[in-house]
């Protein structure tokens, strides 16, 4: 069964930080790029960061130097670490899988249910 699922979000104060987990079943994790977005009421869903099955990683301006995304191929597990905390960074994160051509050049095949991150002032 191909499924996305992530974990960690919550609460937490400007200048703290998160570490969110995506657990990837169903034989879409190896092999293919693995993304986080975010969505912002009232907001666009923006990329976040992506790492490639190769460990090349890519960054929004807006959360480089703070997040850090990696991957765990053992465990089919990616990761987001994130610092620096700031109320901007309040919206739904999700997790996406296998990068494919779409609207803007490209879009994600699969994603998860997506976990809350709050951050109070």
């Known amino acids: 069964q191909v499924q996305l699922v992530e974990s960690g979000g919550g609460l937490v104060q400007a200048g703290g930080s998160l570490r969110l987990s995506c657990a990837a079943s169903?034989?879409?994790?190896?092999?293919?790029?693995m993304a986080w977005y975010r969505q912002a009421p009232g907001k666009q869903r923006e990329l976040v960061a992506s790492?490639?099955?190769?460990?090349?990683?890519n960054y929004s301006d807006s959360v480089k130097g703070r997040f850090t995304i990696s991957r765990d191929n053992a465990k089919n597990t990616a990761y987001l670490q994130m610092n620096s905390l700031k109320p901007e960074d309040t919206a739904v994160y999700y997790c996406?899988?296998?990068?494919?051509?779409?609207?803007?050049?490209?879009?994600?095949?699969?994603w998860g249910q997506g976990t809350q991150v709050t951050v109070s002032s």
């Open positions: 996406a899988s296998t990068r494919i051509p779409g609207p803007g050049g490209y879009t994600y095949l699969y």
């Open positions: 169903g034989g879409i994790f190896r092999g293919n790029t």
């Open positions: 790492i490639t099955s190769g460990g090349i990683t």
